[in-house]
């Protein structure tokens, strides 16, 4: 179930990030601090509406009340943590190291450990069937096959997504969409991970 307005997605936000922080729910003054406001009858107010739609509940301990996310427990055990990549610009050398949550289905037999993602940051290989903004996901791997698709770093310096074709002491790795081939010293190339699969995130309406 979604918020019904913004102010309570703020709050169910913040919630949400404080207890991922601390492993605790904010009290009622904390929340008001966060939304610039004095009274904590109005947040009590977004409190029990997000509980009326079962977003979160509230615990009485010591005579006072802890907030909690009853969702966060069934979501637990159908959700992993992997590592995720998104390439900032056409160099590769500017990229965010984040996190990303994924169903556990997507991950089949592999450790989260041995997963991590990687947002296509062009088309260069659309003739792969890959577009910008799809998810690779990825196995952790420092070998691969002829072939495989994959993300390479380069140089320790800078991330890229293309096809893996080892050449002895080279490598070489092409991108179909730009017509390019990249052909480095082997030693220069190390394989982050290769495709197991993607995603695809559903197109906002104004596209």
Do not use: W
Not at 29 to 38: F, P, T, W
């Amino acid at each position: 179930m979604q918020t019904r307005t913004k102010r309570q997605r703020e709050v169910l936000d913040y919630i949400t990030r404080f207890i991922d922080r601390n492993g605790y729910g904010p009290s009622y003054q904390l929340i008001a601090r966060h939304l610039g406001v004095s009274s904590k009858a109005g947040v009590q107010r977004h409190i029990e509406a997000l509980e009326t739609m079962g977003l979160v509940s509230r615990k009485r301990e010591n005579g006072s009340f802890s907030i909690e996310l009853p969702m966060r427990h069934v979501a637990a055990e159908s959700v992993c943590v992997v590592e995720h990549f998104e390439i900032s610009d056409n160099s590769g050398t500017t990229f965010r190291h984040t996190v990303l949550s994924l169903p556990k289905v997507m991950v089949g037999s592999l450790s989260p450990e041995d997963v991590m993602t990687l947002k296509v940051p062009d088309d260069s290989l659309e003739e792969k069937g890959l577009s910008e903004g799809d998810i690779l996901l990825l196995e952790k791997r420092s070998y691969g096959r002829r072939g495989d698709i994959g993300a390479f770093m380069l140089n320790g310096l800078e991330i890229v997504v293309g096809q893996y074709y080892p050449q002895g002491p080279e490598t070489e790795i092409r991108r179909f969409g730009e017509r390019e081939t990249l052909l480095l010293p082997a030693d220069e190339v190390a394989i982050m991970g290769i495709m197991r699969g993607f995603l695809r995130p559903i197109p906002s309406l104004d596209e």
